[in-house]
Each structure stands twice: as C-alpha cells, then as structure tokens.
C-alpha cells in the first residue's frame, strides 16, 4: 500500500512517500481502509522530532471503512472513524490507505456526510468535546472564553459551546479575524495577549476558559475566572516551553480550578471513546445543525502542502486529505 514515511526527523521533505506491507489482521486491532484523514499540530511536531515518540507513518486520526476485524467489534464495511490509540505515535497511523487501530479508539460514524466532512470530526470535535462538557462542564448561560479561537479546535469547541447555550468571548491575535469568530458565534471578541486578564471587562466574572495558547499564559487564564471557575489547558499555540520560574504561592490565582485534557488518553481506563457522542456530532452535522466543513481539502498526493500551511498559521481551520 502507498504511505507517507517519516524519513529521520525535519523539515517537509521527511514525509516521503513509499510502498510499504498492508497491516495484517490483529486481535484486539481494526484494520480500516483510510477515505480521509485530518491534519493536526501532533503531526507536525512528531515530523520535527518534538515529541517523545513518532511511528514511521504518522497521522493521529482517520476516518474509513472496516476492512477486518477479527473480534467482530465492529462488522467489516462499517463507517468508522479512528483516533489516537497510539496511532501515529507507537504504532503505524493514518497517512496511509490502510491502517491497524486499536478496537477502544474505533467508533461508528454513519452520518451521511462527504469523507471530507467526516474527517474533520473525530480528533478535533471528541477533544473539543471533552474539553467543554467533561473538563469544563459548560452549562447553558455560563460565561466561556476560549483563548487560540480561529484554531480548528478553537472553532470546534466555539460552534460546539454557543449551540450548548453558552456565551462565548474568543480570542485571536488579527482584529481581522473578528468577524468571522462572531459569525461563529462569538458575543464579543479580544485580541489574545499575553495579560489578557489585566485588560479584559469580564476579568473575575468568567465561569470557564478553554486555553489552546497553552504554558505561557496559563497563570493568565486562571487570574480571570470567578471563584470556583475553571481552566481546561488543552492547546500549545504559543509554546511548548514551561512556565518559567514557576511559584504557585506567588502567582496563583486563589479559589480557581485548573484542569488539563490530551487526547493521548481516548481509549485508555478511565477514557472510553465511546464517552464521547461522536456519532451524533456527525448527525447533527449532516442534519445541519453543525459545520463541521473543512477549510482545505488535500489530496493524499499534497500532505507536505497541509503541513506548510499548518506551519505558517496560515490554514483558518480544519485541513483534511482525501484519497
Ligand atoms: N489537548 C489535545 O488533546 C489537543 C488535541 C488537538 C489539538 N491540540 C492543540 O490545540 C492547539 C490548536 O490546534 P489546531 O490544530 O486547532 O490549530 P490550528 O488550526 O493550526 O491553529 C492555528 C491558529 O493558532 C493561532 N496561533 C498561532 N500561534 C499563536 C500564538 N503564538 N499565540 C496565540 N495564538 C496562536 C493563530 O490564530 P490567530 O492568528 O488568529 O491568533 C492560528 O490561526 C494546538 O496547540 C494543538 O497542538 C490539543
């Protein structure tokens, strides 16, 4: 079968394409034939050797047909969309035709949607998901400010949140960019910097802040939020650098909660991806009552294209390959 390898470590021209062997049937495995795949920052930072473990074919997520499966989890010519699992990172993942992932990290998804719609879902909307009504618990009226919100996440969990009820503030460091977030849905927009807390009218009245810039402003979120608000770190826009001269009694906001997801997790005790109603976020899609469009759509030939936009900040949102 055609797959992208990582040859070393690098720039673009790591992902190379080869013939490699189709996986074999495993137990415990779902082998799927891939239709699409999303594009995600994992991704570039496994390519750049950033992080502790890259497999030869990357790719976190993808979505497809069964083509075996030997415990009969899931029948073969199912819908399905795979995430995680080690995909990508321990075992071979989905910039590939076929791929081998574990049964835990498999879910139906039979909505009727283009491949390229779907595979804008499984990775960014079960973590947005998450995020926001299991880490967070947003409830309706609550008052959420998601920091690094023209990010694909950021909008997911943005369309997600303001359908729930929610009032959403969005950050973004373009003025520019403030309309298409309102458009989203977004009650009011600000520019995201680095003591947004200092500045912002809402300071100490909002409930929840889902942080996709990450360490750097981490302390900054929390000072914002009221008593017994919470922050879900979930994002790294700005850094994977550590909080530098870390002093809790001397920069800690009192009486906030901060909580942390990575999607690393789904399929793990504790995690089930079947928590997660990825199936009727396809439905609710398909059924128009979520976009779940993609901004760009690639095909397999055009990964190392994906991962330049990517790079360059310049997507605007979801990227997905299609075979
Ligand atoms: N926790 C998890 O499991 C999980 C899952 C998926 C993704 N993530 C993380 O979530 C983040 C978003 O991922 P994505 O794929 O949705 O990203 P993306 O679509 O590529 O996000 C691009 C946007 O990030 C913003 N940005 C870039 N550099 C920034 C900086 N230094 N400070 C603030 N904003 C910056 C830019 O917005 P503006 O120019 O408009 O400011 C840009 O439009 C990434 O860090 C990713 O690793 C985490």
Redesign the pocket.
């Known amino acids: 079968m055609r797959a992208i390898v990582l040859d070393g470590f690098g720039g673009l021209d790591v992902l190379t394409y080869r013939d490699i062997p189709e996986p074999e049937p495993l137990a415990g495995h779902v082998v799927i034939e891939i239709k699409a795949f999303g ?4 991704e570039v ?1 496994m390519r750049r050797g950033e992080w502790a473990e890259a497999a030869p074919v990357s790719g976190i997520e993808c979505v497809g047909i069964v083509k075996s499966c030997l415990g009969r989890e899931f029948p073969v010519g199912a819908k399905v969309a795979a995430l995680m699992g080690g995909l990508g990172r321990t075992i071979n993942g989905s910039y590939a035709q076929l791929t081998s992932a574990p049964v835990g990290n498999v879910a139906l998804i039979e909505a009727d949607l283009p491949w390229a719609e779907l595979a804008a879902i499984p ?2 909307y079960a ?2 998901w998450t ?1 926001l009504f299991r880490n967070l618990e947003i409830q309706k009226g609550q008052l959420l400010l998601i ?10 969990a943005l369309k997600m949140a303001v359908n729930a009820g929610a009032r959403v503030i969005a ?4 003025p520019e ?1 403030f309309g298409k977030l309102q458009a989203l849905g977004a009650e009011r927009c600000e520019i ?1 910097r680095p003591d947004l807390s200092k500045h912002i009218a809402d300071a100490k009245q909002i409930d929840a802040v889902l942080d ?3 360490n ?1 402003v981490v302390l900054d979120s929390l000072a914002m939020l009221r008593r017994g608000g919470r922050s879900c ?7 994977l650098d550590p909080i530098p001269d870390f002093n809790p009694l001397l920069q800690m906001a009192s009486g906030v909660y901060l909580t ?5 997790v789904f399929g793990t005790p504790g995690f089930p991806l079947a928590d997660v109603p990825l199936g009727q976020i396809a439905q609710d899609a398909a059924a128009g009552r979520l976009d779940v469009k993609p901004v760009r759509i690639f095909g397999f030939d055009e990964v190392r294209e994906a991962h330049r936009l ?1 790079e360059a ?7 997905v390959v299609v075979h």
């Open positions: 594009i995600n920052h994992a930072h990775e960014t973590t947005a995020c920091r690094g919100a023209t990010s694909s996440f950021g909008q997911a950050t973004t460091r373009n960019r995201e996709l810039v990450g750097s770190l979930a994002g790294w826009l700005g850094g942390f997801f990575g999607s690393f990517m900040n310049a997507a605007g949102g979801k990227m």
